[in-house]
């Protein structure tokens, strides 16, 4: 019961004013920014975090929830109606999305979207409530070297499960751990790889520099070359009649709505798993387990709704270990708690003691969130879909000159603006051969709590390495770590030949 | 695709000895009783890039990976062109904020993009030149007492800061 007592507080915190407004806007903001091709929920957590030093930490963390929530459902809208993914969450919902559009029932998908979208984000944000005060609580016990075995295994879930080229993950993980490495050493106090003796490294590389880089400058000039073709977008007729008889046809998924939920629930909390292969499963164990599955990807409002439920649930549960144990479980929330760092809150489980407001604050405000984003979802269908015929030559110049400034802002150094546009660029480069990003993004965040996690492990155990392994705990999740970066080795066991990965 | 997966992976390799050696600046060796020293954390990272690098160009001799099997180009002419143009513009945008600041450099930036890009109207286009920079001004100047670098147009400013600060 003290969890309710919690919650009530929260929503008192949620409920003030200025928070509500930020709510409001902040999922009205996501729907647009999902609803643009190319966009994400990442992409605009990264560009707009440095527009949320005007409001107090507790707002700004809710508006930029509000925000990754809002840019859920927008991702939908494009799907649908352009056949391109809002964003790569949202790729499972053109499977089904796009031939209803265009069999003229776009409005069956849109609204069959948004429901889902606040059945998965509901039901994700009551498990998020009812898990994470106990998971706090175990937290609470953690030192140093746990602290380490958990980012270990955070960036082995990326090699396990990532699915990306392996030496490639690998690498995207050491680079970013090296350049948050860079300035000065945490122990000793003396400046390290200040490159070329530029005093812009003295106060290190601010993850946001990275996160802009390649979430903003990057991403826009890889929408650039991808969106030189024409585009066809179907037309929607939206009326009240039609959209109670959606309606009914999508409760009648209401199964399928609930399995997408805790499926991607628990998929978002791993991490490297988050929201894209959370529904892409929902999708295919949708299409498995229905009666007609033949009807799958010839439009049936049921392959909609399965993803949407999915990649909701995912972003609630991917804020689970971040506020828990201060491990990000996806690049949105990776870059979230690079702002909690920048705001003064230590993640982790202490938040949950010293910190309730914000963290029930925050809870609260996800349930509301969820309910704006269903009301102005549905509400101005027409209104987003206006936002795919803004055409991207006008919105591309204002997102770079927003990462300009943004890139700016933090340091207040122009210095790094410009390692923004070279990571922005090369970044780019590197996407196009397959080197996955979004665990450099996650090491730049983690790296300046793993290395002094594991140095000060190692200093109160005498310089004793096997400290990480003799401990329950952290041993466990070291063997579980080990595993996970073992895992794509096995792949090769049964065709009985060797191949080696490295 | 093939030339690019491999110049990319030497260039990284490259750019992974580097940080090797920039690394070695501080202790890298172990500290008896206390673990590791400074160097070590970047050392050890930046010789698994390495190692990472020469699995990528072995994986690229096998053709093990997609881009490596992959003949097509890796960027054709017309987005070469495209990116080349952005990348540039970006450059110089970013270059001249050095010299004329941010509300000069921006709205250039923006004008040039809109117009050359995207052959938009100019009534539109000044209408965008026009709003950004006074929005910029009160939202982060004002709102955010953050001072956006302004080079040799400081001084116009003056007479803003007294009215509104």
């Keep these: 019961m003290e969890i309710l007592y919690l919650l009530g507080n929260g929503f008192g915190i949620a409920f003030e004013p200025l928070n509500l407004g930020l709510v409001i806007f902040g999922a009205t903001v996501g729907l647009f920014i999902g609803a643009m091709p190319g966009l994400g929920s990442v992409n ?3 560009i707009l975090l440095p527009m949320t030093f005007l409001v107090p930490p507790t707002s700004a963390v809710i508006f930029l929830g509000a925000i990754y929530y809002g840019a859920m459902y927008g991702g939908a809208i494009s799907s649908i109606m352009l056949g391109i993914p809002g964003a790569s969450t949202a790729v499972a919902t053109t499977f089904d999305g796009r031939p209803l559009a265009l069999q003229g029932k776009a409005d069956l998908a849109l609204v069959g979207a948004a429901v889902a979208s606040f059945v998965g984000g509901t039901i994700s944000v009551v498990l998020f409530t009812a898990f994470a005060p106990p998971l706090a609580e175990v937290a609470l ?6 602290e380490f075995a958990l980012m270990m295994m955070a960036f082995a879930t990326f090699v396990g499960l990532g699915g990306d080229d392996i030496p490639k993950t690998l690498f995207s993980i050491m680079i970013g751990l090296v350049f948050s490495a860079v ?8 400046p390290r790889l200040i ?10 590389i601010n993850f946001l520099v990275l996160a802009i880089g390649i979430y903003g400058i990057g991403e826009m000039l890889w929408t650039i070359e991808v969106s030189r073709g024409n585009v066809t977008m179907s037309k929607a007729s939206v009326s009240i009649a039609r959209t109670i008889d959606a309606l009914k046809q999508i409760l009648r998924t209401w199964k399928t709505m609930i399995m997408g939920s805790f499926l991607g629930y628990f998929v978002g909390i791993l991490p490297a798993a988050g929201a894209t292969p959370g529904s892409l499963m929902a999708y295919g164990i949708a299409k498995s387990t229905s009666k007609d599955s033949d009807s799958f990807g010839k439009g049936n409002v049921a392959g909609v709704v399965a993803p949407e439920a999915a990649n909701n649930a995912a972003s609630t ?6 506020l828990t144990l201060g491990i990000p479980g996806s690049p949105t ?15 982790g489980p202490l938040l949950f003691v010293d910190h309730q407001e914000f963290v029930w604050g925050l809870i609260a405000s996800l349930y509301a969130a969820n309910f704006f984003a269903l009301i102005i979802n549905i509400a101005f269908i027409p209104a987003f879909i206006a936002v795919l015929k803004l055409p991207f030559t006008i919105l591309a110049p204002i997102i770079f000159a927003l990462c300009v400034i943004g890139g700016y802002v933090p340091t207040q150094d122009m210095h790094d603006v410009w390692l923004m546009l070279i990571f922005g660029f090369v970044g780019y480069l590197m996407r196009k051969l397959d080197y996955p990003l979004a665990p450099a993004v996650l090491a730049i965040v983690l790296g300046p709590i793993a290395e002094p996690a594991m140095r000060q492990s190692l200093i109160g155990a005498q310089g004793d390495v096997m400290t990480f392994f003799t401990r329950p705990i952290s041993g466990t999740i070291m063997a579980i770590a080990i595993l996970l970066l073992l895992m794509p080795a096995f792949k090769y066991l049964p065709f009985g030949r060797k191949k080696e990965a490295k | ?14 750019f992974s000895v580097y940080l090797m050696w920039k690394s070695t600046e501080l202790p890298i060796g172990w500290i008896p009783e206390e673990g590791p020293g400074g160097g070590a954390f970047p050392f050890w990272l930046a010789t698994g890039m390495l190692l990472c690098c020469i699995a990528i160009l072995y994986n690229w001799a096998r053709r093990l990976s997609p881009p490596s099997q ?10 070469v062109r495209l990116i080349g143009t952005v990348t540039i513009a970006l450059t110089v945008m970013i270059g001249a904020i050095h010299f004329v600041g941010v509300y000069v450099s921006v709205p250039l930036f923006m004008a040039f993009y809109m117009r050359f890009l995207g052959r938009h109207s100019w009534r539109l286009i000044s209408s965008f030149v026009v709003l950004t920079p006074i929005i910029t001004f009160f939202f982060f100047e004002i709102a955010l007492k953050k001072t956006l670098p302004k080079g040799m147009t400081e001084e116009f400013f003056y007479p803003l800061y007294d009215m509104f600060m």
């Design chain 2, 1 to 14: 695709m093939r030339l690019a997966e491999l110049i990319m992976a030497l260039v990284m390799a490259v």
């Design chain 1, 183 to 190: 300035g000065l050493d945490i122990i000793s106090g003396e």
């Design chain 1, 317 to 322: 549960g991917s804020m689970l270990p971040m």
């Design chain 1, 333 to 347: 929330t990776a870059i979230l708690l690079g702002g909690m760092v920048i705001w003064g809150l230590e993640p």
């Design chain 1, 195 to 204: 490159f070329m003796g530029l005093p812009g490294f003295f106060h290190g």
């Design chain 1, 44 to 46: 605009g957590v990264a």
């Design chain 1, 141 to 146: 016990a953690f030192g140093p070297p746990e």
């Design chain 2, 70 to 79: 992959s003949d097509d180009v890796f960027m054709d002419n017309e987005t």
